[in-house]
């Protein structure tokens, strides 16, 4: 079975930090993809970025980079530079032969 | 419109009650998706559609719960004889590549979700 583990459930930091969001996942597929989703306080969930099982590169968009390391099952999210309308709830999750799942979340907030 | 619609947005009923939710997803996208999101939680998987069937059911909490799926488009969530733990925000999403052989390599477009509240 397929699973995703976010096993920080809140993070607090202040404007200009940086933070890493971590994601562990589980899953028997050979061939699966990998997402991080935002959904800020107004609720709707946004897509941020998808990685195929197969590239391990690591990828910035911006202040946004991803670390993708299949060693440890692991795709981490890192914001630099935080600013406060980055306070939102980021879902890592993942997707294989028949679903996508998510994990439980984090709760990011970002103080001035 | 263009994105993925779900009516009603909010929906507030008495414990027993039957409801029923519905997801208008994205022309042309054949996978679509319906989560339930509790106050505070994640996003728990209920079922998955490809098209008109549903190859997926197991997230679905209880044999309260169906979901149908016609013509590949509209699809709908029903919940019968409510209990008040059923209260979530339930999530549609779709997205417009299916299975292909062995993956969903889409990303999922969100709607807004219904709030349902069991009283």
């Known amino acids: 079975a397929q699973k995703v583990t976010q096993a920080q459930t809140e993070i607090s930091v202040v404007e200009k930090e940086d933070v890493t969001l971590d994601c562990v996942y589980e899953t028997r597929d050979t061939t699966y993809y990998l997402f991080w989703y935002k959904q800020p306080p107004s609720g709707e969930l946004v897509f941020l970025i998808r990685?195929?099982?197969?590239?391990?590169q690591n990828e910035i968009s911006g202040r946004y980079s991803w670390n993708f390391q299949k060693s440890t099952s692991s795709f981490n999210f890192t914001i630099t530079a935080s600013q406060v309308v980055d306070s939102a709830v980021y879902f890592c999750?993942?997707?294989?032969?028949?679903?996508?799942?998510f994990g439980a979340g984090t709760r990011l907030t970002v103080k001035p | 419109g263009a994105g993925v619609s779900q009516s009603p947005s909010n929906k507030v009923t008495e414990k027993g009650k039957d409801v029923e939710l519905r997801c208008d997803p994205i022309?042309?996208?054949?996978?679509l998706y319906w989560y339930r999101q509790s106050l505070g939680q994640g996003l728990e998987f209920l079922i998955y559609?490809?098209?008109?069937?549903?190859?997926?059911k197991s997230g679905l909490p209880s044999d309260r719960f169906s979901a149908e799926r016609t013509g590949g488009s509209v699809s709908t969530l029903t919940i019968q004889r409510t209990q008040q733990e059923d209260s979530a925000v339930y999530l549609c999403a779709s997205s417009p590549r299916g299975l292909a052989g062995w993956a969903n390599t889409g990303e999922l477009f969100f709607g807004e979700g219904s709030r349902l509240t069991v009283l």
């Open positions: 022309s042309g996208h054949t996978a």
């Open positions: 559609f490809q098209g008109n069937s549903a190859p997926d």
């Open positions: 990685r195929n099982s197969f590239d391990e």
């Open positions: 999750a993942l997707s294989g032969n028949n679903d996508m799942r």
